[in-house]
């Protein structure tokens, strides 16, 4: 073989090498092209897919922001309102403490008085009351003996009338009727007062003026009559120099089965014998009097006896029985 010959095959096999390997090249091209269009379509759709995905993640995730922020919202408001509510009140309270704090003298004044007044009108409310039934017995009481008195007049008169009818008919019509005397009008019970000496105190020591002796003297009205204007005077054998105002005692009034206690003193000369002399006057002329020679000190127990009721009114059984 010529080499004119193999230059041409070899032309020829390195022609149809290039083409195969185009053609080779062109297929793997082609199936690469085809590869990437597939991973590309594959990619393109996982990336629609993706975003799909993606958007209904962010789609339930914004609902679900949406509702914690509605939620947030209303939990912030909620708080809001609370602690609005909270202010006011403290507010108000502070306001209403101010307020009672303030007013509080003035409202205790108010209530203070108005428990007074109340006390008060209940007070005169019972009074009055009182008053009332007392009035209504008196009145009762008054009807009463009234209606026994016009009863017993007419009784009394019905009686001497059928008396003195009898006796005008058992008599002769030529005896004379005798002449009715009326009787002598009684005569108004006095007061009996008693009037008695307990005994003195001790004796309190003045150098320059002597001394004073207390005496102390129980007057006890035991009659049936009201004394009033009661006036009791001490008087002593050995009298000082000096006159003092209690030598003398009164009593407005006195009833009937009561006494009382009074002491008196008078200034006396320092370490004589001392005798005494009381006098009590009276309404309607009462007098009595009553003297002790060497006046006798009452011991403690006697003292404070008489300690608790001097000028008092009390009834007899009530005075203490010194010296009886």
């Known amino acids: 073989m010529s080499a004119s010959t193999r230059s041409v095959r070899w032309r020829r096999l390195r022609w149809s090498g290039c083409v195969r390997l185009k053609s080779i090249w062109s297929g793997r091209e082609m199936i690469r092209t085809t590869n990437h269009t597939i991973f590309f379509s594959l990619l393109l759709a996982g990336a629609v897919l993706l975003g799909a995905l993606v958007h209904q993640l962010n789609a339930a995730q914004r609902a679900q922001l949406v509702t914690q922020l509605q939620e947030t919202q209303t939990v912030l408001r909620a708080t809001e309102v609370a602690q609005d509510v909270s202010l006011q009140q403290t507010n108000v309270s502070a306001a209403v403490q101010q307020t009672v704090t303030a007013h509080a003298p003035l409202l205790a004044t108010q209530v203070v008085d108005l428990v007074v007044g109340t006390q008060q009108v209940v007070q005169a409310t019972h009074i009055r009351e009182r008053d009332i039934q007392a009035t209504k017995v008196s009145q009762d009481v008054h009807l009463t003996q009234v209606s026994l008195s016009l009863t017993q007049v007419r009784e009394e008169s019905t009686r001497i009338a059928r008396a003195v009818q009898a006796t ?54 035991v009659g049936r009559v009201d004394v009033r204007d009661v006036v009791v005077s001490l008087a002593a054998s050995d009298r000082g120099r000096h006159e003092s105002p209690d030598e003398t005692e009164t009593l407005q009034y006195l009833p009937a089965g ?17 005798d005494i002399e009381v006098t009590l006057t009276a309404n309607d002329g009462v007098r009595e009097t009553a003297k002790q020679a ?12 008489l300690a608790s009721i001097i000028g008092k009114v009390l009834p007899i059984p009530g005075l203490p029985g010194i010296g009886r």
């Open 168 to 221: 005008v008919s058992a008599m002769p019509t030529s005896t004379p009727v005798p002449t009715l005397v009326p009787s002598p009008t009684a005569t108004p019970e006095k007061a009996q007062v008693n009037l008695r000496v307990l005994g003195c105190g001790p004796s309190l020591s003045r150098p320059e003026h002597g001394e004073v002796t207390y005496a102390y003297v129980e007057a006890t009205n």
């Open 258 to 274: 009561q006494g009382a206690v009074f002491t008196l003193k008078v200034d006396t000369i320092l370490g004589q014998r001392t």
């Open 294 to 305: 060497d006046c006798r000190d009452l011991n403690q127990e006697e003292l404070e006896a």
